[in-house]
């Protein structure tokens, strides 16, 4: 599997915003940016991005049972900052009306998909969500990655741009990114490389809000993840495997 997939699932979705956009939903949406920027709990190593998904290409089903409104509760009970929601159809079995059923819990949301086009973006706008996922490896292209960034900032929306090494962190500064998701996975193989990420840290520029992505598990991850300069954590697979997330999310934020 490539990205190619993704971008070619995409299309019968495209075609779909073609002939009918959701109007925009106007409503305030919490500030992403500022709950990552703010001091974490007393105790916390660095902020938690919770992630709630059924499934992965790579994990195959993870939990089929579980709801986004549940994950949002149990998630903010935990002292999670902000939620990640995976939005994409085929592969992860998610919709955008996932967002809509999480919002009850306050939590800031992002949209994680595989978004390349100016109407998905819009098709965020009609969505709860307070940021949405721009991926380097797919557009590659730092005037379009801005283009994409501004767009969603026209509704108070913020961009995370996720990067996987060096040369897609200087595309990502190149296109105004503030927010960088350093993913541990590589897309193409889906293979996890931790300390990779962890040494990639070292490339993040101070003003720069850096999230480490993929392969976090454990508190000690955390506290690596922390010490290395980090801002915030995503966590999902484990989240969603555990029968008690949120007992999880306090284990790995509390002494």
Request: contains cysteine; hydrophobic residues 45%; proline residues 6%.
């Amino acid at each position: 599997m490539n990205l190619q997939c993704f971008i070619d699932s995409k299309q019968e979705e495209l075609a779909a915003l073609r002939r009918a956009m959701p109007a925009p939903l106007q409503l305030p949406r919490p500030d992403f940016e500022a709950a990552l920027r703010a001091a974490p709990r007393v105790g916390a190593p660095l902020h938690v991005i919770a992630e709630f998904k059924r499934s992965s290409p790579s994990e195959g089903v993870i939990n089929n049972t579980r709801t986004p409104q549940d994950a949002a509760r149990l998630y903010a009970a935990g002292g999670a900052t902000c939620m990640s929601v995976l939005t994409e159809q085929r592969y992860f079995c998610g919709s955008t009306a996932d967002l809509t059923a999480a919002a009850g819990a306050v939590l800031p949301l992002l949209r994680k998909d595989f978004i390349f086009h100016e109407l998905q973006v819009r098709e965020t706008f009609a969505t709860p969500a307070s940021a949405l996922l721009l991926i380097v490896a797919l557009t590659p292209d730092a005037e379009q990655l801005r283009d994409l960034r501004l767009l969603a900032e026209s509704q108070g929306i913020h961009a995370v741009v996720e990067v996987f090494t060096e040369a897609e962190l200087d595309i990502a500064r190149e296109s105004g990114a503030r927010i960088l998701q350093i993913n541990a996975r590589n897309l193409e193989t889906f293979r996890t490389d931790r300390e990779a990420c962890l040494r990639m840290a070292a490339h993040c520029l101070p003003g720069e809000c850096c999230i480490a992505a993929s392969a976090m598990s454990t508190r000690e991850h955390l506290q690596q993840a922390g010490a290395a300069g980090f801002r915030a954590a995503l966590i999902g697979t484990a989240l969603m495997r555990s029968p008690a997330p949120d007992e999880m999310l306090q284990h790995l934020l509390l002494p």
